[in-house]
């Protein structure tokens, strides 16, 4: 690389040729540098959609009564107020409007869509979730979102999809 440089140099046509090769790793790195920006600030959005979610999740427990959830009768209920909690719950974390599933501010959050809310009760246990990953064996709440985020420094957007599962706790 030197021998080239140095050969640019001592040739008239070096004199543009060595500073258009400066400009274009400079600008090569600075691509570089947004790219990771870019992919380090997705990870962390990505991230805290998913506590979000989870924590989402829990705010239903106080809706539900642990013993009724064999009770396929009283659990619908419980399962409107849950699901009601759930989305509100989301869309106040997420910042979003909880009636059009749309962002109130500037947010990276372009859209929200709830794919799957479920309870599953007592008498439903043990249950192998979708795509075999997990078996349940207590009584738990399953979610799923997908979310149409903003890509900093571009146009683009690219939509997540985050799935969140909780047992519920355990009564005394």
């Known amino acids: 690389m030197r021998n080239v440089i140095r050969r640019l140099l001592e040739e008239e046509r070096g004199a543009y040729?060595?500073?258009?090769?400066?400009?274009?790793?400079?600008?090569?790195?600075?691509?570089?540098?947004?790219?990771?920006?870019s992919r380090y600030w997705i990870g962390v959005l990505q991230e805290d959609?998913?506590?979000?979610?989870?924590?989402?999740?829990?705010a239903c427990y106080p809706n539900l009564n642990i013993e009724n959830?064999?009770?396929t009768a009283?659990?619908?209920?419980?399962?409107?107020?849950?699901?009601?909690?759930?989305?509100?719950?989301?869309?106040?974390?997420l910042e979003v409007d909880e009636r059009i599933m749309r962002p109130q501010s500037n947010s990276p959050i372009q859209q929200l869509h709830i794919d799957t809310f479920r309870i599953y009760r007592s008498n439903e246990v043990p249950v192998t979730l979708s795509g075999g990953r997990r078996i349940l064996h207590s009584p738990a709440i399953?979610?799923?979102?997908?979310v149409l985020v903003r890509i900093p420094f571009t146009d683009r957007t690219i939509p997540f999809t985050f799935r969140s599962v909780t047992d519920l706790p355990k009564t005394p």
């Open 69 to 71: 959830l064999a009770n």
């Open 17 to 37: 040729a060595v500073p258009a090769i400066y400009v274009t790793v400079s600008l090569l790195s600075l691509l570089l540098v947004l790219y990771l920006i």
């Open 74 to 93: 009283s659990i619908a209920l419980e399962e409107v107020e849950a699901r009601k909690t759930f989305e509100l719950m989301l869309a106040r974390q």
């Open 49 to 58: 959609i998913q506590t979000k979610l989870d924590m989402s999740n829990f």
């Open 142 to 146: 399953e979610s799923q979102i997908t």
